[in-house]
């Protein structure tokens, strides 16, 4: 009877292990949909209070800047008080988060135009260098660390090696801006092959020099994180195995070893396309290119204080959904993240 039953049992068990596994699987998708969806509504929340109360300190006062030089004090007055400048911090504060709601970011004074305008035509020259950045770091920086990790696996190849590590660390310690400046020299007053600065008649050639000089920097960071994790990959006793049918090195590490780069690489990815908005600023400045970064340091010049708080307002919570992106993807293609077991 003890053995009929425990026969029963273990069939109408078995059946159900799958069954299991898979509400395991979509509980953890779950919770972990959860933590990132309260993680992004936080750094949301912290970037309001944060953007409203640090942007009004700029220097300056943005009535005069309003009114215009020339303003008598009755003038700058009613300017302030049509900017709601003379009410409590708090009731503005009320104001602005109530705005923001409805989808208000505000209205721009020293242009005259609603934020959300202003921003919505710049956010695509921002995006787009964005993007074209990652992607040139991406198809340059993981072959570029691969081939080095593959050439110098264990030990070989010392001056390769010893080469790479000091040029990657000297570029990617150049400043965004100082890397701007000397590709302008080199390409735009010296060879005279790209316009020095944005252009409406050649958007694409004015979109390259910006694109290098945020990239180039994360290349290097790349692609020594690449190299690293290739040549500790290579030393794996299936590669040794996979070399052993008589595979070329580079083809080994391309066929064998990128699968396992896939969580680093996305990791660092996301990370410095996160920076590439932030470094956008100064890039943009130098080349004079209609981002966001652009506009955000003509608002600050004007002490267009609206407009800086939009523009700073969308550029994080950009940097947080690029952020929550990534933490997707390393979720799908790693379940252990899913789990919590990789922070």
Request: charged share 15%; aromatic share 6%; glycine share 10%.
């Amino acid at each position: 009877m003890t053995a009929t039953t425990g026969q029963q049992t273990g069939r109408t068990t078995e059946p159900d292990r799958p069954r299991a596994r898979r509400a395991r699987g979509g509980s953890s998708w779950t919770s972990f949909a959860l933590r990132r969806l309260g993680g992004l509504v936080g750094v949301v929340v912290v970037a309001v209070v944060v953007t409203f109360v640090i942007v009004p300190l700029i220097p300056g006062d943005p009535a005069v800047s309003a009114a215009g030089p020339d303003a008598t004090v009755d003038q700058i007055a009613r300017v302030r008080a049509e900017l709601g400048l003379d009410r409590p911090m708090l009731e503005r504060f009320l104001d602005y988060v109530g705005g923001l709601l409805q989808g208000d970011l505000g209205h721009s004074f020293s242009l005259n135009a609603p934020v959300s305008e202003v921003v919505l035509r710049r956010l695509p020259f921002t995006a787009g260098l964005a993007f074209l950045a990652l992607l040139v770091v991406l198809a340059v920086a993981v072959p570029l660390g691969m081939a080095v990790g593959a050439l110098t696996r264990g030990g070989r190849r010392r001056r390769l090696d010893s080469a790479f590590g000091y040029t990657t660390a000297f570029v990617a310690a150049i400043p965004p801006y100082v890397m701007a400046t000397l590709l302008v020299l080199l390409f735009a007053v010296t060879l005279q092959m790209l316009p020095p600065a944005y252009t409406r008649s050649q958007p694409g050639l004015s979109m390259l020099l910006p694109a290098l000089a945020l990239s180039i920097p994360s290349i290097c960071l790349i692609a020594r994180v690449v190299r690293r994790e290739t040549a500790v990959v290579l030393e794996q006793d299936y590669l040794r195995t996979a070399r052993g049918w008589r595979l070329g090195t580079l083809r080994t590490a391309a066929r064998y070893a990128l699968p396992n780069l896939l969580t680093s690489t996305l990791t660092l990815s996301g990370i410095i396309l996160v920076g590439m908005l932030g470094g956008a600023i100064s890039v943009e400045t130098v080349f004079g290119w209609p981002g966001l970064g652009l506009g955000v340091v003509n608002a600050v010049a004007t002490k267009d204080y609206p407009l800086v708080q939009g523009i700073v307002l969308v550029l994080a919570v950009l940097s947080a959904l690029m952020t929550m992106l990534v933490d997707v993807l390393l979720g799908i293609v790693d379940p252990r993240v899913r789990g919590g077991q990789h922070g």
